[in-house]
């Protein structure tokens, strides 16, 4: 991978200061920044602007009594957040990884224990394939294809409700 | 010894105990006349001794007792003429010396000699008076020379004829004149003119000193009366007697005291064997001796029994004689009576042998009757009960004979059984005999059979021995190769665990190198954690950057790419950690391959132990084949040796029963003989009658 050196940074800045509309030059298409991230060797993608930050090796508290999609909670900065294993969810096995995705609510502190955060990417609205008719799809908003690999998008407002129902029938 | 004729039991006896007993006494009579000679004649010698030794004390003490007093007698003579004496050389006087001892006569004229103004010179008042006063015979001497000499010229010693022996002279080769002249005294014996006297001179000296004469004391030896009394009254036996002899040089042999000779000379009497004797005794001075001396009278020959005895101090040779015959009478009176008791003894035992031959020759004479029946084989007879009832040892000796014929009776008897019962075992024994020389050949046979086989036995074992040394030799080399092989092995085993230690280091390098990696990659851990968090920072500051919208456009870039260059880094921490991955992998297969190889070198070291120790084993099998090798060896040797020692002695019992055979054959051949013996034996008891 190619590193700009401080010189082409700038040189880039400079440019790009003038390119202000460059995300609104494609012709009326909404760019959707993506953030995509891997559970384990499953990448999957979330909007950006639902992610607060993305800290790494945090500790985790365990809960007792909570469903086994929560691993636990970790303080950020006084605020705890309740972690989600997406791959529990998923696939009803746990997770082993150290990064932890920070969701921004309001109301509702979660985050998702994630493998790696690969990259953010400014996807078209074109290229989003959104999906509504299945519970799996609830999960999910839809799916974008980058560089020829399938991503799903996570439902992140579909996960906070279904934590709350379950939390609810405990 | 073969008497050419017989002689009786009786006959024997008598003569035997004649001449025993006329031995015996013969032989007493002769050992006791023969001490009782030799008693009897060192009686005589003794008592002879006795009477010699008495007449020698007596005659030497009287010697002493007249020498004092002629001593005296001299200084009472020495009184008269000490200091007064004078020559006149005005008056001269003429002499015939005569030597006393030559008798030669020479003329001298000398001074005349006076004592107190009174000539002495051929005066004898002097002399008189002092032989008066003091016994003896007194001389006063005048010293003169040519011839050297000491001149009587006035004395009282007389000459034989009776005159004064006035005018001889000592001359000077005279003791008497040689201590005078060293003007010393002379006392002692001395010749003085014709005789022997007991004397002492004293040198008369003048007024200038010088000697002028002597005065002379003394007595005459032959003149001591009771000395010669005495002497002469001394004898052994009746007809014993005693008396001296001179031993003065010029008088030896002449006999100074003497009952009927005295004076005579008799140094060259013989006795009738021709002997010398006064001689001998005058040459011998001490002594004694047997002669057979004629008497001087009656001309008979005597045998004299003589003891002498010297006295120097007077020249005397003492004799005492007595008369052998005289004696030996008591011996001769001995011999007599011996002789008729003999005679006497000898009729007694005649008379007694004649009386105890006849009771022993009928007893004996009974006996060989008796014995001529045996001779004959008759045993059926005994001695007549008269014989052993007599109360000797003849009685005994019937007694026990006729005990003899009786068991000698019974012997036979038995002997006869005996024989017959022998000639049957004899029978049996030859048959026995015979088998057993028969069985004994067998033996010989099977003998010699198992000498062969034994024979082959111990060629085959020394064979084996042979080859059992072989195989020693080889068990030997065997061990000396698996000695080196161990010694190899044991080498290689060092080598191995070199190996195995350099290997264990090169593992340990690899480790050291795996840690080294594994910190390695702990810092690019680091650094991709580092570059991880970056990376999330950059993500966290895009997402910040992206909610600005086109505030953080720029701060969009900016996180961008150093998201970029987080992910840069991740992506050569990843391409550093593959790199690791690979070294990891490299090592660890270089560790893997390493301990496979440890593996091996262990398995290797493992079976090379293992090796070693079955090498051990093989040495110690090897060892011990090769002594079990050396002990069967030995074994073998010993059993060769063995086998030899068997072979030896199976030939020494072959041999042995060879000669068993031989023996066993002589054996029969004996019993044979023995059987015809036996009935010879049986033929011959047949002919005695025992009953």
């Known amino acids: 991978m190619y590193i700009m050196d401080n010189d082409e940074l700038i040189a880039k800045l400079e440019s790009s200061s003038g390119e202000g509309e460059d995300t609104l030059s494609v012709e009326e298409e909404i760019i959707h920044k993506l953030l995509i991230f891997q559970i384990d060797d499953r990448k999957y993608a979330v909007y950006a602007d639902l992610v607060k930050e993305i800290v790494i090796n945090h500790d985790l508290y365990f809960i007792p009594f909570v469903p086994p999609y929560i691993t636990g909670l970790i303080n950020r900065q006084g605020q705890p957040y309740t972690v989600f294993d997406l791959k529990m969810l998923f696939t009803n096995e746990r997770l082993q990884a150290s990064k932890v995705m920070i969701m921004k609510s309001d109301s509702d502190f979660i985050a998702f224990m994630i493998t790696d955060v690969a990259e953010i990417s400014g996807i078209p609205s074109s290229g989003i394939n959104l999906v509504v008719s299945s519970e799996t799809e609830s999960t999910f908003i839809g799916s974008c294809n980058l560089r020829g690999e399938e991503i799903f998008i996570i439902n992140v407002q579909e996960i906070y409700n279904r934590l709350a129902n379950d939390l609810q029938n405990i | ?691």
């Open chain 2, 1 to 691: 010894m073969n008497i050419p004729f017989r002689v009786s039991i009786r006959h024997k006896i008598l003569i035997g105990s004649i001449g025993i007993a006329t031995i015996a006494c013969l032989s007493i009579a002769m050992l006791s006349y023969i001490k009782a000679g030799s008693i009897i004649d060192n009686a005589a010698e003794q008592g002879l001794t006795g009477v010699t030794n008495h007449l020698l004390n007596l005659c030497r003490t009287n010697y002493e007792l007249s020498q004092k007093t002629v001593n005296y007698n001299l200084n009472v003579a020495d009184f008269f003429v000490k200091g007064k004496t004078e020559l006149r050389y005005n008056r001269p006087i003429r002499y015939d010396a005569e030597d006393q001892i030559t008798h030669a006569k020479t003329p001298v004229t000398i001074p005349t000699m006076a004592v107190e103004g009174t000539f002495v010179s051929n005066s004898f008042g002097l002399v008189d008076r002092v032989t008066d006063m003091i016994g003896g015979t007194v001389t006063i001497f005048q010293r003169m020379t040519r011839p050297n000499g000491l001149l009587r010229i006035s004395t009282s010693v007389k000459r034989k004829d009776g005159s004064r022996a006035v005018g001889t002279y000592i001359p000077e080769s005279s003791p008497v004149y040689k201590t005078i002249m060293r003007r010393e005294t002379f006392r002692g014996n001395a010749f003085v003119v014709n005789d022997w006297y007991i004397t002492a001179y004293k040198p008369i000296i003048g007024a200038g000193n010088e000697i002028i004469g002597t005065i002379y004391v003394g007595i005459k030896q032959s003149e001591m009366d009771v000395l010669r009394n005495k002497i002469l009254s001394v004898k052994h036996g009746a007809s014993g007697s005693t008396y001296v002899i001179d031993d003065h040089e010029n008088s030896r042999g002449t006999l100074v005291i003497h009952s009927s000779m005295e004076g005579t000379n008799i140094l060259d009497r013989k006795d009738a064997d021709g002997v010398a004797y006064v001689r001998e005794i005058c040459s011998r001075k001490n002594g004694s001796g047997v002669y057979s001396i004629p008497d001087p009278v009656s001309g008979d020959v005597r045998t004299k029994m003589l003891q002498y005895r010297h006295l120097p101090e007077m020249g005397w040779i003492i004799v005492a004689e007595g008369d052998y015959d005289e004696i030996n009478s008591p011996l001769f009176s001995l011999r007599n009576t011996m002789i008729v008791v003999g005679i006497l003894c000898v009729i007694f035992i005649v008379v007694l042998g004649t009386y105890f031959s006849n009771s022993v020759s009928s007893v004996v004479r009974n006996i060989v009757n008796r014995i001529k029946l045996l001779k004959e084989g008759d045993f059926s007879k005994d001695i007549p009960g008269e014989d052993m009832a007599r109360n000797d040892e003849f009685g005994v000796m019937a007694h026990h004979f006729s005990q003899l014929i009786q068991n000698t009776r019974e012997l036979l008897g038995k002997v006869r059984q005996t024989t017959e019962v022998l000639t049957e075992s004899i029978q049996d024994l030859t048959i026995s005999s015979k088998e057993i020389s028969s069985t004994s050949n067998q033996q010989a046979a099977a003998v010699k059979e198992i000498v062969s086989t034994m024979e082959d036995s111990d060629s085959l074992s020394k064979k084996v021995a042979s080859r059992i040394d072989e195989v020693a030799r080889i068990a030997n080399q065997t061990k000396e190769f698996v000695e080196k092989g161990f010694s190899l092995i044991k080498e290689t085993l060092e080598k191995m665990e070199d190996i195995q230690n350099t290997n264990a280091e090169n593992i340990s390098g690899v480790r050291s190198l795996g840690t080294q990696i594994e910190s390695i990659w702990e810092v690019v851990n680091i650094i991709n954690g580092i570059a991880d968090q970056t990376k999330i920072i950059a993500f966290n500051a895009e997402l910040e950057a992206s909610a600005a919208g086109d505030a953080g456009k720029n701060f969009q870039i900016v996180a961008s790419e150093v998201r970029r260059l987080a992910d840069s880094t991740v992506s050569s921490t990843n391409e550093i950690r593959q790199k690791i991955d690979e070294i990891q992998r490299s090592s660890d297969n270089l560790v893997l391959s390493t301990e496979r190889g440890t593996e091996r070198i262990r398995e290797g070291w493992e079976r090379s132990t293992k090796l070693r120790e079955v090498f051990d084993e093989i040495l110690n099998s090897a060892e011990v084949s090769a002594a079990s090798s050396e002990q069967i060896v030995a074994s073998v040797n010993q059993q060769v040796s063995a086998f030899e020692q068997i072979l030896l002695t199976l030939r020494q019992i072959s041999q042995g029963i060879d000669d068993f055979v031989v023996s066993t054959r002589a054996t029969t051949s004996a019993s044979e003989s023995l059987k015809e013996t036996s009935e010879d034996l049986k033929a011959s008891l047949a002919k005695y009658i025992l009953s």
